[in-house]
């Protein structure tokens, strides 16, 4: 079995200090039993009491540690006050022999480090030393180690040697003393050459001061060695009588000693636990383990008290803990024990948190303290009932259980509906459960019959509530709801009876002979059918179509006299404009004739910025389509017609900027020019060049170099020797040398012909020598931009590199992109600035871009991720530059210039760092990096004094209030961005 030697340590947390156990691993039975009833801690100042004492193999062993009020929290149980008993002195020291142990455990003294030695049995003989000078506090033996025995401390010197005495264990900030007879550590009360001490019966520490000796009921004094004092002593520069005998105390009633209250029985025992002071009405707490008065929070016999922090009086009822160091109001019953859960106090109903005992408010789901509800609680923490108005909903509670009511609720004869959440609904409610929406006025009560909601009339059972829909007869009258349940008037198509009624102001179904919309209208006079109208009808605003027996007509149907195709709609019989889905296909008709159109439709004025195809059936189109001999390619989502270059199936096309697909591609451009520059070459030489990206027994190496190839064509990589190897190196692990670069551009109006011219310019322009072609690769790049097609032809040779990469360092030319006037300021600069002109180092203008931001490999293209690190370290972006040159203005007066970085691309404002990118999209390193600032012309000299031809400013901060009142009139600059 492991035994532990336990160290502890003292830190704070928060408001709290709190004991940390340190343990050591040692082997065999712990040095006593210690018993630690009830344990329980809070997160306060607070101390955890009991009544028992620390018990050892000896029964005589007293308890005797001292207790700070605000470090402690271990409980225990806690008995009456006892009776006054005799004072004795015993020796209670323990020798802890027979206990089992198979090995032992060493703690070298000084050192802080543990040595393990081991026991082979129970019976080892123990060589001692005997020290027979007098004894002192204290002794600090070198190189002592701990050993741990038979469930017994030992010590021993360097020499092994086992010591007694008097020890100090530096490491553990103690003292303690091993017995002579046995060289055991001994604990409780000790007698030694005369003198009683008392060790601590756990660790068996030397104690001082004032201890309770919890067996005898008395108090008694230890100097600072740990001798027990007797008579008339001196604590603390108070002088108090102690029992010349027994060294107790006297005492009769409370009195306070060195500073804490005690209590003595009128036999001069002290008393500990609860005890009444009838002369104060007050119930005090006496610690078991100091006999000392507790005061604020403790943990008593696992319940929770608390005694007033001056006075020590036990409280109860309401008690808010804030001054205790909580935020939490609590409970404390007439015994003083603090309550949790639901608890009913002077007939109304509160809760305490199961734990902590935390007055609750607001909303509790009370089904962990054993009731499936939801109540709510007050500011006061008491129990609501009824209607309750909370932040900025109603709800409803039980008037008796006070439990929060949900979903339909009869109250007073009166339908509401609760939410989910408890919250009284108003307005259109859907009840899924009777498949019915109903509404709820603004008090939350179902309302019946007519009712104006959300802009429409609409009708609700007078006994279900149900909002209605469809054809209703009501009161003798037809009527006509929508989808919505809004009630309709004027022309409607019923489109389960195929017919065409109207409805009055009213929503009457009207019947017979009507003036209708400027027209003689005869309707049905059973069923209200239009009877009379034929052909095309404007009725109301919309057109409508009646064959020759008077029946309205939906769907497609063409108007043979207007040379149109037009749709009305099945559910209204009215005309159809606009995009239109019919049977899951988009049809596009005028959006004044409502005719159905067919071909290439610009959906611009439809709302959607794109071009779409429709056949001749009117159906837009999706995928390739060929078209008057052209291929096209139309969104498979949305139809909107491809131009320029798109990913299909993973090849990619180009398109011109009227959709038609070019005669080649990019791919097959790029593979041809490869192949035929390939044959050339051979043709020439007689070398055999590898151009075939799909080779697959050079490594990969041409497809590589097509890759690259592209990457040059596209801008994305230098057009340098230096730059593709050391890009064929990093990325595909080829090293070698660039033999030649090659690039131009072609039409796009015929691809074959400008397959041919790259070849023949090529060819042209061939000067590498035949020795360096063998075992070279060819590689092949292309883009297309509008109507040009941009080639790159790529030669290189595997073997060493030839160049050395260089690096580069960029640098940064202020610009000016826009020239503006302060406000207030009327007058014009003498040779001003201009848009376009270059800021020279006395504009002020600085920035603090390091070098090495600015350095790279020669040539290579600034990526957009160190273009905005670049621009991160540029001045004028938050604030306005203060230009340090001053001005004259034509009226004479001195001016100057603020400069902001410039937020505009071709007029438009995009953002100060958009437009920084598109200004420098194309950089690369050793070249100029552009930064365009505009400059506002403000009044006054600078604020910040320069060397020469400057005047001197003042910053608003430091301007009075007249001053900064003209500058704003003048225009001279705050700090704003004019």
Not at 101 to 120: A, C, G, H, L
Not at 202 to 223: E, F, R, S
Not at 780 to 807: H, M, P, R, W, Y
Request: zero cysteines; proline letters at 1%; glycine letters at 10%.
């Amino acid at each position: 079995m492991e035994d532990r030697k336990i160290h502890y340590k003292m830190y704070k947390a928060g408001k709290h200090w709190l004991f940390a156990a340190i343990a050591v691993a040692t082997l065999g039975i712990g040095v006593g039993e210690v018993r630690a009833d009830n344990i329980s801690g809070t997160a306060s100042d607070s101390t955890v009491l009991s009544d028992k004492t620390v018990s050892t193999e000896n029964n005589s062993n007293a308890e005797s540690t001292v207790i700070k009020n605000n470090s402690t929290a271990v409980s225990t149980e806690v008995g009456e006050s006892t009776s006054a008993v005799e004072t004795k002195q015993e020796d209670s020291s323990s020798t802890k022999e027979n206990v089992d142990s198979s090995s032992v455990n060493k703690n070298k003294i000084d050192d802080s480090k543990e040595k393990v030695s081991s026991s082979s049995s129970q019976k080892e003989q123990v060589t001692p030393t005997v020290d027979n000078t007098e004894k002192t506090i204290g002794v600090v033996t070198p190189g002592a180690t701990q050993e741990h025995k038979n469930g017994n401390w030992y010590l021993k010197d360097s020499n092994g040697k086992y010591v007694s005495g008097f020890q100090e264990i530096t490491d553990q900030n103690k003292t303690v003393y091993y017995n002579p007879e046995n060289y055991q550590m001994v604990y409780g009360q000790k007698n030694i050459d005369g003198h009683w001490y008392l060790f601590d019966n756990v660790t068996g520490a030397l104690k001082t001061g004032i201890q309770y000796i919890n067996d005898q009921k008395k108090l008694v004094y230890y100097d600072n060695k740990g001798q027990m004092q007797y008579g008339s002593i001196n604590v603390n520069g108070k002088k108090y009588d102690t029992d010349k005998v027994t060294g107790a105390f006297l005492g009769n009633g409370q009195k306070n000693i060195d500073g804490k209250w005690y209590l003595f029985d009128n036999k001069g025992n002290v008393l500990t636990g609860f005890q009444t002071i009838a002369n104060q009405n007050k119930v005090v707490y006496y610690n078991p383990q100091t006999a000392q008065m507790v005061y604020g929070q403790q943990n008593i016999n696992g319940h929770w008290y608390l005694f007033d922090k001056v006075t020590g009086a036990r409280l109860s009822g309401f008690q808010n803990l804030k001054a205790y160091g909580e935020n939490k109001v609590v409970y404390y019953a007439s015994n003083g024990q603090m309550q949790y859960g639901q608890q009913n106090v002077n007939g109304k109903w509160y809760l305490f948190d199961k734990v902590t005992g935390a007055m609750k408010t607001g909303f509790q789901d009370l089904k962990s303290y054993g009731q499936a509800k939801t109540v709510y609680y007050a500011s006061n923490g008491q129990m609501q009932y009824g209607w309750q108005v909370i932040g900025k909903n109603v709800y409803y509670f039980n008037p008796v259980t006070g439990a929060m009511v949900k979903g339909q609720q009869n109250i007073n004869n009166k339908w509401y509906n609760f939410g989910t959440d408890g919250a009284r609904l108003v307005g259109l409610q859907k009840i899924p459960s009777q498949n019915k929406t109903v509404y709820y006025n603004n008090y939350g009560q179902m309302q019946y019959g007519w009712q104006w909601v959300n802009n429409a009339t609409r009708y609700f059972d007078k006994v279900t509530g149900a909002m209605q829909y469809g054809q209703q007869n009501i009161n003798g009258h037809w009527y006509l709801f929508d989808n919505t349940g809004a009630m309709q008037r004027g022309f409607q198509y019923i489109s389960s009876q195929n017919k065409l009624v109207y409805y009055n102001k009213d929503g009457w179904m009207l019947y017979g002979n009507q003036n209708l919309s400027g027209k003689n209208v005869t309707l049905d006079k059973v069923t209200g059918e239009v009877k009379n109208l034929r052909g095309q009808q404007n009725l109301d605003g919309s057109w409508y179509l009646f064959n020759n027996n008077g029946k309205v007509l939906t769907g497609f149907q063409n108007i043979k006299d207007q040379n149109k195709t037009v749709y009305y709609s099945p559910q209204t019989a009215k005309m159809q404009y606009g995009q239109q889905n019919v049977n899951g296909k988009w049809y596009l008709f005028d959006k004044v004739t409502g005719a159905m159109k067919t071909g290439f439709q610009d959906l611009t004025p439809y709302g959607q910025k794109k071009i779409v195809y429709y056949n001749n059936q009117g159906q837009m189109q999706y995928g390739w389509q060929n078209i008057n001999n052209n291929k096209y390619y139309f969104d498979d989502f949305d139809g909107s017609m491809y131009t320029g270059a798109h990913m299909i199936n993973q090849v990619e096309y180009t398109f011109d900027n009227q959709g038609r697909l070019l005669s080649m591609n990019v791919q097959q451009y790029r593979e041809l020019v490869a192949q035929d520059i390939a044959t050339n070459i051979k043709a020439k030489t007689g070398i055999t060049v590898d151009s075939d990206w799909n080779n697959q027994n050079d490594n990969y190496l041409a497809f590589t170099l097509h890759d690259v190839a592209q990457l040059v064509a596209k801008g994305q990589l230098s057009a340098t020797n230096e730059a593709i190897q050391t890009n064929m190196k990093n990325n595909g692990l080829f090293e070698g040398k660039t033999l030649s670069i090659w690039m131009n551009y072609y039409n796009t109006s015929d691809m074959f012909k400008a397959e041919y011219d790259a070849v023949n310019d090529y060819m042209k322009d061939f000067a590498v020598k035949n020795s360096d072609l063998k075992d070279s690769v060819l590689g092949v790049g292309s883009t297309i931009d509008g109507n040009t097609v941009k080639v790159a032809v790529v030669l290189f040779k595997l073997g060493n590199t030839d160049v050395t990469e260089t690096q580069a360092t960029s640098k940064i030319v202020n610009k000016v992109s826009d020239v503006y006037s302060a406000p207030g300021v009327t007058s014009s600069a003498v040779a001003g600035l201009k848009s376009g002109d270059t800021l020279t180092e006395k504009s002020g203008v600085s920035n603090f871009v390091t070098t090495e931001t600015l350095t790279g490999k020669k040539g290579e293209k600034i990526s957009q991720n160190d273009l905005k690190m670049i621009f991160n370290n540029l001045a004028g972006n938050t604030q306005g530059i203060e230009g340090q040159e001053v001005i004259k203005g034509q009226d004479g007066n001195n001016y100057h210039y603020v400069y902001w970085l410039n937020d505009k691309v071709n007029g438009n404002n995009v953002g100060k760092q958009e437009a920084f990118l598109e200004a420098n999209k194309n950089a690369v390193y050793g070249g100029n990096i552009i930064v365009n600032y505009s400059a506002t012309l403000t009044w006054g000299n600078p604020v910040k004094e320069n060397t020469s031809n400057v005047g001197t400013g003042k910053p608003t901060s430091q301007m009075t209030a007249d001053e900064i009142t003209l500058a704003y009139k003048t225009g001279t600059d705050t700090g704003l961005r004019y």
